[in-house]
Structures are given as structure tokens and as C-alpha cells.
């Protein structure tokens, strides 16, 4: 069998391993504030999130395109396919072992900065399309701010208009609503963390030749959207005790606002065509509602924790792709 085809073959594979092991390590992060608030028990929960992943994925790809392209050009990168493979090995190693310790990293990051590690250790640095690249750094550093500022107003908002209301009421009527915003949230996750899969499988058939453009073949859309969906039934309750009681003490009331604010951050970045973490955007709106309720009711302890995993998550993924490059670069 051709050398090409089977590194092709190879990076689907991974690929979709990829999308699966994201379906359980991020997408813990949609529904964790509507297990932590007992909206709804983690089995239905991971039932409610791996429909609504699957439906988001299969509804956009713009991200896909954004992945294809807006980091290197697969149309001219050199070695591309051991470039992908060892870029999709690197991201896999880093989301299993944060996975396993139960910290809340962004397998977006990982991949973003897998990708370029392996690209660069390929080609030097002029391998990098650096427009394209800044503006996903860009769009990665500013959303979780967004999200912490959006879900301060929000829930500053919840606080002035239900200050009347009897508190075991509203919080009983919010526990009920929790469960469509965690649906939202779910659909949301899907519309952006699947297109990544999606957008690597389409950057191998480019570079194998196997595509002439962009586009993302259906086969590859619905086969992402299957694999993150099974993924999410799997679960996750490592990552949904970290970011579901770890960061703050989660009443209805705080999880609606926080993930009505996650949605709307995601859905706004999925329009745009931009990847974001879904991972940093929850996290920060359940510490932006936090804040707002109670400064000191955050446990900026974890924060801490996820914002130093957070920022050491490019480097190192980038390092980790480069020696997987130099490793697989003896084979093929």
C-alpha cells in the first residue's frame, strides 16, 4: 500500500480519536454547572450533551476551513501529512494527561499549538501563516476576558431583576430552565470544538492530494460529529468536579447565567469563523458570574491552576508535536 494513503489513513484515524477524546475531556465543561446544581443527574446530562454536540457539529463549518488554512497553508506545507499526523499525537498525549489529572486545559490550544510546533520543526518558521495564526492567538486570548466581563454583567443583571423574588422559588424555576441553557451550551460546543477534527481531516486530503480546495466533505463532517458525540458519552467527571464545584459554589441561579454567556461567546466566535477554548470560555463566565455574586466565593485557587495550565498549553504541545515530527520523520 502507498506510503501517502497510509499516513492519510493514519491522521483519520487519529483525527477522529482526537475528536472522540474531545467529546469526554471538553465537553464535560458544557454541562458541569447543570450536574454541579443537580439540574440534571451526570447520565442524562452526558445523553442531553453527546445528541446536542453531535447536532452542532453537523450544523457549521467555518471553524473546519478556519483550522484548514488560517495556520499553515496545507496547500504548500512541506512533509504535510507526517506534519498533521505528529501534530494530532502530540494533542492527544496532552488532553489524556490533563484528562487524568482533571484539569479543565483546552484542547484547542493543544491542537492550535501542536500544529505550528510540528509545521515549524518541519519547515522553520516561515511555515507559519501568520496572519491567519495571530488571529486565532487572538480570538483564543480575548474570548475567556469576554466571557468573564459578559458573565459579571449577566448575572449582575439576574441580581437586580430577581431581588424580589423568593429565593428557594427562583432557584427551583432556574433549575428547571438550567436544563435548556445546558442543552444550549452543549449545541454551542459542537458548533466549534468539532470543526477542529474536521478541519485537520480536510488539511490531510489537501495535502495528500486527495483535495483540491477547502471545502469539507461531508463523510468528514458527520464522522467528526459521530465521534465527539460518542466521545461525550463517555463523560468526563473528573473535568466536570473541577469546573463544576471547583471554581465556585454553583447555585441554579449562577449556572444559567453562567452558561448562557459561555453560548453566546462560542456561538458569537463560530460565526465569525474563528476557533475558540470552550474550555477557557466556560471556566471564565462561571468565575466572571462568581465574581459578581461573590468576590471571595471564587476558589481563585483553581483559577489559578487552570490559568497556569492554560498558558503553558501552546509551548508545550508545540514542543511535544516537534519531537513526534523528528520520531515519525524516520519512518515515513
Not at 133 to 143: D, R
Request: hydrophobic share 55%; with cysteine.
Amino acid at each position: 500500500m502507498d506510503g501517502l494513503l497510509i499516513l492519510t489513513a493514519l491522521i483519520v484515524i487519529c483525527a477522529l480519536a482526537f475528536d472522540f477524546i474531545n467529546g469526554f475531556h471538553d465537553t464535560a465543561n458544557a454541562i458541569a454547572t447543570s450536574v454541579s446544581t443537580k439540574a440534571l443527574r451526570p447520565r442524562q446530562a452526558i445523553i442531553l450533551a453527546a445528541i446536542m454536540n453531535f447536532v452542532g457539529a453537523m450544523t457549521f463549518t467555518g471553524v473546519a476551513k478556519a483550522i484548514t488554512k488560517d495556520i499553515v497553508d496545507p496547500f504548500t506545507l512541506e512533509n504535510g501529512s507526517v506534519v498533521i499526523l505528529a501534530a494530532l499525537l502530540a494533542a492527544i498525549f496532552w488532553n489524556l494527561l490533563t484528562w487524568y489529572y482533571g484539569i479543565p486545559s483546552s484542547s484547542s490550544h493543544a491542537i492550535i499549538g501542536s500544529i505550528a510546533g510540528a509545521a515549524i520543526a518541519a519547515a522553520g518558521f516561515n511555515a507559519l501563516n501568520y496572519s491567519g495564526f495571530l488571529k486565532i492567538l487572538q480570538a483564543l486570548i480575548i474570548s475567556p476576558i469576554l466571557a468573564f466581563v459578559a458573565g459579571y454583567i449577566v448575572y449582575s443583571i439576574f441580581k437586580v431583576v430577581f431581588k424580589e423574588n423568593n429565593l428557594a422559588k427562583t432557584n427551583k424555576g432556574f433549575r428547571i430552565f438550567q436544563i435548556f441553557t445546558a442543552a444550549l451550551q452543549a449545541y454551542s460546543h459542537g458548533t466549534n470544538d468539532a470543526q477542529k477534527a474536521m478541519g485537520i481531516i480536510t488539511m490531510a486530503l489537501i495535502a495528500a492530494g486527495q483535495l483540491s480546495t477547502d471545502d469539507v466533505p461531508f463523510w468528514v463532517q458527520f464522522s467528526c460529529a459521530l465521534a465527539m458525540g460518542l466521545g461525550t458519552s463517555v463523560g468526563g467527571w473528573k473535568i466536570i468536579k473541577t469546573v463544576g464545584g471547583n471554581i465556585m459554589k454553583i447555585r441554579p441561579v449562577n449556572g444559567v447565567a453562567a452558561d448562557l454567556t459561555g453560548a453566546l461567546i462560542i456561538f458569537g466566535a463560530t460565526y465569525i469563523h474563528l476557533p475558540v477554548s470552550t474550555t477557557h470560555v466556560i471556566s471564565s463566565s462561571i468565575m466572571g458570574v462568581g465574581a459578581s455574586h461573590r468576590l471571595k466565593g471564587v476558589k481563585w485557587g483553581t483559577a489559578q491552576r487552570m490559568l497556569i495550565t492554560w498558558v503553558i498549553t501552546l509551548p508545550i504541545s508545540a514542543t511535544v508535536a516537534g519531537i513526534f515530527y523528528y520520531i515519525l520523520n524516520l519512518f515515513f
